[in-house]
């Protein structure tokens, strides 16, 4: 039985979207980093100067730039999951089940580029079935 895929066109158009959202995230994630070097231009941002910042009650601005240092850590993942997403239209991986090898429907695949299940499988492994 041969595996499914999805056919080129398909894959274009998922490929299109997913680079739209990395342009769209990586525009965020500069505008935002600006905000921060901005706020507080410092050199090294590791999350104990956070940290130190909080202990020193620094007020609003430090909760400030915490508050955007989990949004940029997040946006990272995201990107990654749409990196993820790029290399596995270009293994011919992208959009079908790691385990039951079928096509997972395209608007699951546009809300999650990355996912490499289907919905069924998905919960079975949940429920650990
Ligand atoms: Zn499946």
């Known amino acids: 039985m041969p595996a499914k895929k999805y056919s080129k066109a398909k894959l274009n158009k998922f490929k299109k979207q997913i680079l739209i959202k990395l342009d769209d995230v ?24 956070i940290y130190s910042l909080h202990m ?4 609003s601005d430090s909760h400030q730039l915490e508050k955007n240092f989990l949004f940029l850590s997040r946006e990272n993942s995201y990107i990654k999951n749409l990196e993820v ?28 580029p990355n996912a490499t ?3 069924d499988c998905k919960t079975k492994d949940k429920l650990n079935l």
């Open 56 to 59: 020193a009650d620094a007020g």
């Open 117 to 119: 299940k289907c919905v």
């Open 85 to 112: 997403a790029l290399e596995r239209i270009d293994s011919g991986e992208f959009g079908v089940c790691a385990l039951c090898g079928e096509l997972i429907p395209e608007e699951r695949m546009f809300e999650v």
């Open 26 to 49: 990586n525009l965020e994630v500069s505008e935002m980093k600006e905000g921060v070097v901005n706020q507080k231009p410092t050199k090294s941002m590791s999350p104990d100067s």
